[in-house]
């Protein structure tokens, strides 16, 4: 069963450091790989998507890459700023019949960027 | 912008009750999900559906049940609420297959008393 962790849990930050998210996968077979923001007592907001056969994708301050082949994924944060204070999520789809719609979840880094 | 909107942002229930909780998209995709969010467990997935009728229980389906009747809409019934259903529940959608990217709603936080 696929098994995704995101470490460290917490992180604390002073504004405008440069940072760097981790999340790993046990089954190196995904079809691709989410990553989400979300803000206390709120649903998720989809910041990222980086597709199997991709290395990175880029968003304005934020680059996440996939090393499919290790299992792992990284979230860069540049120039954080205390706006970016949220806990932030990665999810994968895995390549199996029936189930490549669904994603599983790792628990989460909690970010505080201090102003 | 790709909108899922959940029908309540806050719900308090009473053990035993029925429960329905809604969710909409606007963009015509294939997919929808329901997850509960509980602090140390992460999200974990209840029901998903592919299709209008079409449903599949996820990893903890026990103690809830899906319709999907028209393509947008998702509902998520608690037949019999019990304060172990106390939680956060998520719906998303996405189009497919082939799987893209997921969408989420703003979240029903459910208090059974």
């Known amino acids: 069963k696929q098994e995704v962790t995101q470490i460290p849990a917490a992180l604390s930050v002073p504004e405008g450091e440069n940072l760097v998210l981790n999340c790993s996968f046990t089954?190196?077979?995904?079809?691709?790989l989410q990553w989400f923001r979300q803000d206390p007592g709120k649903g998720l907001t989809s910041l990222l998507l980086?597709?199997?056969?991709?290395r990175e994708q880029t968003s304005g301050r934020l680059n996440a890459s996939l090393d499919k082949s290790s299992g792992r994924s990284t979230l860069y944060i540049a120039a954080s700023q205390p706006g970016d204070s949220a806990t932030y999520l990665c999810a994968v789809r895995i390549i199996s019949s029936g189930s490549a719609r669904q994603l599983t979840f790792g628990s989460g880094t909690q970010l505080t960027v201090l102003p | 912008d790709v909108k899922v909107t959940q029908s309540s942002r806050y719900l308090v229930k009473r053990t035993g009750e029925k429960v329905f909780l809604e969710c909409v998209q606007d963009?015509?995709?294939?997919?929808m999900f329901w997850y509960r969010q509980d602090p140390g467990l992460g999200l974990r997935l209840i029901y998903f559906?592919?299709?209008?009728?079409?449903?599949e229980k996820g990893d903890i389906p026990e103690g809830y049940s899906v319709s999907r009747e028209k393509k947008e809409r998702f509902s998520l019934i608690l037949e019999s609420a019990s304060t172990n259903q106390t939680s956060m529940y998520l719906c998303?959608?996405?189009?497919?297959?082939?799987?893209?990217?997921?969408?989420f709603g703003q979240g029903t936080r459910l208090t059974v008393v």
């Open positions: 963009m015509d995709h294939e997919n």
């Open positions: 559906s592919y299709d209008v009728k079409m449903k």
């Open positions: 980086i597709q199997s056969s991709q």
């Open positions: 998303a959608s996405s189009l497919g297959p082939p799987p893209t990217e997921a969408f």
């Open positions: 089954d190196s077979a995904i079809y691709n």
